[in-house]
């Protein structure tokens, strides 16, 4: 059982298989990279795979594939297909952005994928293009459908902004319950890679658009999840709001991430990071072990969104398209 320098027992893995991706959200990416990490720097899927090997035999049992934009990543499938063999009965999920769904959500599903979450910024194309850098709406839209056509397992992800798609979110809401599928609104976590001229919305915030129709009753976390989770008086339907500038959210963190050139991240907001690369290259499952370790006892007790102050200090220089959000 991995347990981490706070106490807490750390039973999920987030990879990110690239960092490229076909979108510039101006939360993330607005701009394409000064350079791409080289493509011979990339773990193969191999190599990928002994690491997860390493944690899934110390009891992680959830794996959500991340980016950049997953999909983007040649063979997926094949990847998706080497961890559900392994661990059939493993919670394995993908983040994508949706643009390229429809065409791969056949493919996943018959791998063994179960779940995805799709991000849904804006129904308006003009606004999910002011967004995401290029007409998207479309084709999003198709990937959610044809991924709930075929039975996978779909929640969507908002990331609010002010001025921008603040005036969407009851719309995306009702959008997601007449799918009946959970959306989560996503606080802006700022940092130094994002648009810098963007202002996200408190959770707060948030609750008051959809207390404007609704009345709301909190629900908790639900488990080590970092969605606070919330049920609709009037139809019963639940939302969640991930607020990572909320003090007790770090309290219950139970995962690490490891990026497409291997470095093993302990915390989304701060920079520190080892390489676990060398260490799968060599099939050095011992060497992997203690970097896992060190890692592991090295785990921040908290982020920086939640402090004061924001402005006053440095951002987070962490970029989410490298660590996956
Ligand atoms: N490309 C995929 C996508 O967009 O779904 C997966 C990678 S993306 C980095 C994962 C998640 O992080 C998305 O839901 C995205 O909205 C979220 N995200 C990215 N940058 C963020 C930021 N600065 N603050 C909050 N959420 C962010
Ligand atoms: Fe790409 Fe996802 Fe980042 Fe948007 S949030 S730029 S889709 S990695």
Redesign the pocket.
């Known amino acids: 059982m991995l347990i981490d320098g706070q106490g807490r027992r750390v039973n999920y893995l987030r990879v990110s298989v690239t960092e490229r991706?076909n979108?510039r959200?101006q939360?993330?990416m607005p701009e394409k990279p000064f350079s791409w990490v080289p493509q011979e720097n990339l773990l193969s899927f191999e190599e990928l795979f002994l690491f997860i090997k390493v944690v899934i035999d110390e009891g992680v049992d959830k794996i959500r594939l991340?980016?950049?934009?997953?999909l983007l990543r040649e063979d997926l499938d094949k990847f998706i297909a080497m961890i559900h063999d392994y661990k059939p009965d493993i919670d394995l999920a993908i983040?994508?952005?949706g643009f390229l769904l429809a065409e791969a959500a056949h493919k996943l599903k018959i791998a063994g994928l179960k779940r995805l979450?799709?991000?849904l910024?804006s129904l308006k194309p003009d606004i999910a293009a002011k967004i995401a850098g290029k007409d998207v709406l479309y084709r999003v839209l198709a990937g959610i459908e044809e991924a709930l056509e075929i039975g996978l397992n779909v929640k969507l992800?908002m990331?609010p902004l002010k001025g921008i798609n603040e005036n969407e979110i009851l719309d995306i809401l009702e959008y997601a319950r007449e799918k009946q599928i959970k959306i989560r609104f996503?606080?802006?976590?700022?940092?130094t890679h994002?648009n810098n001229t963007i202002e996200?919305m408190h959770g707060r915030e948030i609750l008051v658009k959809i207390k404007e129709r609704y009345t709301i009753h909190a629900l908790g976390r639900e488990g080590a999840s970092p969605s606070f989770n919330y049920r609709i008086e009037e139809n019963g339907y639940e939302f969640g709001l991930i607020d990572p500038h909320k003090h007790d959210f770090c309290e219950n963190c139970n995962r690490i991430r490891l990026t497409a050139e291997g470095h093993l991240i302990p915390c989304l907001y701060f920079d520190e990071a080892m390489s676990i690369a060398q260490a799968v290259k060599e099939k050095d499952i011992n060497k992997a072990s203690s970097i896992l370790a060190q890692v592991l006892r090295d785990k921040p007790k908290e982020n920086r969104w939640s402090e004061e102050e924001l402005d006053s200090r440095e951002q987070s220089k962490r970029a989410?398209?490298q660590?996956?959000?």
């Open positions: 991706c979108f959200c939360y993330c991340t980016g950049g934009e997953p983040t994508t952005n979450n799709i991000s910024d992800n990331v996503i606080e802006y976590m700022e940092n994002a996200g989410f398209y660590t996956g959000g």
